[in-house]
């Protein structure tokens, strides 16, 4: 009687993980256009990793790769919306020849699979980013929200200039709608923000009397977030790179969080008037 293994349960970001390991160790495979093996085999690829998990025991072991392979699709396929991946089609018989289960890298995927840093796998650097950014949208509302998408949206496609200018465009969104709440006039504070240093006038509004903690921490992300964004926007060449990128997102997402979470530190009555 033989035993069927399965694969246990995984993650789209944890299937992620794998096609991407996988990749990289075709990254360095001369190109050929007419190659007969694809890049990435999705049945391959789960066959080997059940039989590494093959028990040691001795016995007979059937290996079924089609329960819990969904992930493995909608990762690669994934891939292939981003342009990343291509499907494989040849005319033969086979797993790896069934139409939507294996792939090869494209040109642009050979260059972003070179340049993947294994940040693209992790959850909370990745998939998750724009979710957890998003969720901050009702707070600071619609601008704030695009933006942030867009610096994801940048981030994942490694366009990293783009991505840092985007969050310090997300960041003055979530400043400019915490110095109307805080001034309460909306016309004025649009109209002051138009001004010369208007950008300077906002923080004014909202360092003027605020608490220790408020002075201390929201400078912090200000200052950081309008260094990318100036430097990003100018017009000289800049060597803004995936760490410089990724940064830039991390201290959006904690200035999102710091922001809502002392909203009412931020944006409340002071002893100092305005």
């Known amino acids: 009687m033989s035993m069927e293994i399965e694969l246990p349960n995984v993650s789209e970001e944890e299937a992620m993980a794998q096609i991407l390991a996988k990749l990289r160790d075709r990254r360095d495979a001369s190109h050929d256009g007419h190659r007969s093996s694809p890049d990435l085999s999705i049945p391959s690829l789960i066959t080997e990793r059940l039989d590494r998990s093959r028990p040691a025991a001795a016995g007979v072991y059937r290996l079924n790769p089609w329960p819990g392979s969904r992930p493995f699709y909608a990762a690669a396929w994934d891939l292939v919306a981003r342009g990343i991946l291509c499907p494989h089609v040849l005319p033969a018989s086979g797993p790896d020849h069934v139409l939507g289960s294996s792939f090869n890298l494209t040109e642009f995927g050979r260059r972003w699979v070179s340049e993947a840093s294994g940040y693209e796998a992790v959850p909370t650097e990745h998939a998750r980013f724009g979710t957890l950014l998003q969720a901050r949208t009702d707070r600071f509302g619609p601008s704030y929200g695009a933006r942030a998408q867009e610096a994801a949206a940048c981030y994942r496609t490694h366009n990293y200039l783009a991505c840092c200018a985007m969050c310090g465009a997300a960041a003055e969104s979530m400043l400019l709608t915490l110095a109307i709440a805080r001034v309460g006039d909306q ?88």
């Open 187 to 274: 016309q004025r504070v649009v109209e002051e923000y138009g001004r010369a240093r208007g950008r300077s006038w906002l923080e004014r509004q909202l360092l003027q009397g605020a608490n220790a903690h408020v002075q201390r921490e929201l400078p912090n992300y200000l200052e950081l977030l309008k260094y990318w964004r100036d430097l990003a926007a100018h017009g000289a060449a800049s060597a803004i790179s995936e760490a410089e990128a990724f940064t830039s997102l991390v201290l959006l997402l904690r200035f999102a969080v710091f922001a809502d979470e002392r909203w009412d530190e931020i944006t409340g009555p002071r002893n100092t008037g305005v």
